[in-house]
């Protein structure tokens, strides 16, 4: 079944429109967070695992809106060839107060770092895992 | 009895072995046999051999430990951590 609010695209995104489309006509909306993750220095190649993508993504949105009690939450992330500055993923979180959907977008990104099944190449060598992000994700099974 | 399974690569595991999909019958009872297995006996495998210790396993699209079990799988993925956000 297809996740709309969830994307794993080639084309870039236009985070105003996503931020409306999430909101709507929603007047119970107190807090919107979100994330944008950027290509830093270097020309990269993401490559990512059709289908499992898709669902990895899909259950961590409806993980993250059920664990912190989200109105709402969209995840978009890129593949193939991208040049330094260009948006990579989109993370939106919306809900009744601050704190919420600030963490949800939190935690929606130390996860989607180390389980949902992307591949970074920068020039002819494949980006590492960083330790950092592999306990950023164990921290959040912690609470 | 040999079941067919779907192999697939992605990243290193992809450009090293030069194969990102094929079908092989096999009779391993878990992933981490099967992998040992491919890395035995299969071409362009060998090469991985030295890291395997960095390679990680998905089955049927979810990701799964070198010790699950092979029963009823149809999908298997090898591929290098993954690098996401």
Known sequence: ?143 | MKTSLKILTFAWVRTQTGEPEFTIDTDAASVGKLLDDLLAHRENWASLSSRRSEIRCAIDQCLAEFDSSLKNAKEVAFFPPITGG
């Open chain 1, 1 to 143: 079944m297809v996740d709309l609010g969830i994307s794993v695209q080639r084309q870039d995104f236009d985070v105003l429109k996503e931020i409306k489309k999430l909101q709507g006509n929603r007047i119970d909306i107190g807090s919107l967070s979100s994330f944008i993750g950027i290509v830093r220095d270097v020309p990269l190649i993401i490559e990512h695992y059709p289908g499992m993508t898709e669902n990895t993504l899909s259950n961590l949105r409806k993980y993250a809106i059920d664990r912190f009690k989200l109105l709402d939450a969209r995840i978009i992330h890129r593949y193939g060839a991208l040049e330094p500055g260009d948006q990579i993923v989109l993370v939106l979180a919306t809900s009744n107060h601050r704190k919420p959907a600030i963490e949800a977008v939190d935690f929606m990104m130390d996860n989607l770092k180390t389980k949902a099944p992307f591949w970074k190449k920068e020039g002819e060598s494949w980006v590492s895992q960083r330790i950092q992000d592999l306990n950023a994700t164990k921290m959040w099974d912690q609470d």
